[in-house]
């Protein structure tokens, strides 16, 4: 068995066929800052070598503590001098490895307890199959801050759930339990917490025994008629160059602040249109 700690944030595993990649930092509930982007990005690099090789079969995203991940590390991103070029080069490299892991030609598995959140959730959903425990919960939580989807969010909510009930999560940032989750398609299946290990061992398992071209023929024909690659790609760009623009602005900056400050944002109130003066 091969370990080692990528950028100190992402745990890899190379285990026979199967590579294990976990979000290690539970101190700050696996943040997104821009090592643990650095992390994936290098463990996605890793997945394609191995599967161009033929000596990688599966790979399993996991995330160690009791949260998944929270979304984008914010108060790294305030520390920067410019925090919206930061928050563009660090959303420009986690789209890279989403891309990634959507076109590389092995099955994904992402295993999903507790809670997801911001960025945190195009990681976790846009995996082939999503398993989640019983205990998993989702909160979109962008424009609580005053910013915008990234990390496919956006693209992954409006053409899984629909735009109705996406616009509805992502503009209220209400929680949605596991059971959504499912009911929604938004994961592949809910399994009970202290079964959720076993049941994500079991999928690897049969995925591991399974024929590589076959499945990774099946995952291709699914992926280009679900999401045309070069949709998603430029989807991914304007996440990027949206959630930089409004860090730019006065709510972004003013979002940032009360969040780092832990007090509710107060955002300004856009000036009248002409329109609207003159009725």
Not at 97 to 103: D, I, S
Not at 195 to 213: K, M, Y
Not at 232 to 237: F, N, S
Not at 257 to 275: G, I, Q, Y
Request: proline share 5%; net charge negative; aromatic share 4%.
């Amino acid at each position: 068995m091969d370990e080692e700690l990528l950028h100190d944030r992402v745990r890899w595993v190379r285990d026979g066929t199967v590579a294990r990649i976990e979000l290690a930092s539970p101190g700050t509930r696996n943040a997104l800052d821009g090592a643990m982007a650095l992390g994936l990005h290098e463990a996605a690099a890793r997945l394609v070598e191995g599967a161009a090789d033929g000596t990688l079969r599966v790979a399993v995203l996991t995330a160690q503590g009791p949260v998944f991940s929270v979304g984008g590390d914010l108060r790294w991103f305030a520390d920067a001098p410019d925090p919206a070029e930061r928050i563009a080069e660090t959303a420009a490299l986690l789209h890279e490895t989403l891309h990634t892991l959507a076109r590389v030609p092995l099955p994904v598995v992402s295993v999903v307890h507790g809670t997801v959140a911001g960025g945190g959730i195009g990681i976790a959903l846009g995996a082939d199959i999503v398993l989640a425990g019983s205990a998993a919960k989702l909160r979109v939580a962008y424009t609580a801050a005053g910013l915008s989807p990234d990390c496919g969010v956006s693209w992954l909510l409006a053409r899984r759930v629909g735009l109705a009930r996406a616009l509805d999560l992502a503009l209220t940032n209400r929680v949605v339990t596991a059971e959504e989750l499912r009911e929604w398609g938004l994961v592949s299946r809910v399994v009970e917490q202290e079964s959720l290990a076993d049941e994500a061992e079991e999928a690897v398992r049969i995925l591991a025994g399974g024929s590589t071209p076959a499945l990774a023929a099946t995952k291709r024909l699914l992926r280009e008629a679900g999401e045309p690659p070069r949709e998603l790609a430029a989807r991914l760009g304007a996440e990027a160059a949206s959630i930089a623009d409004l860090l730019r602005g006065p709510d972004g900056r003013e979002g940032l602040s009360a969040f780092l400050d832990k007090r509710v944002p107060v955002f300004a109130s856009p000036a009248p249109t002409e329109e609207a003066s003159h009725p």
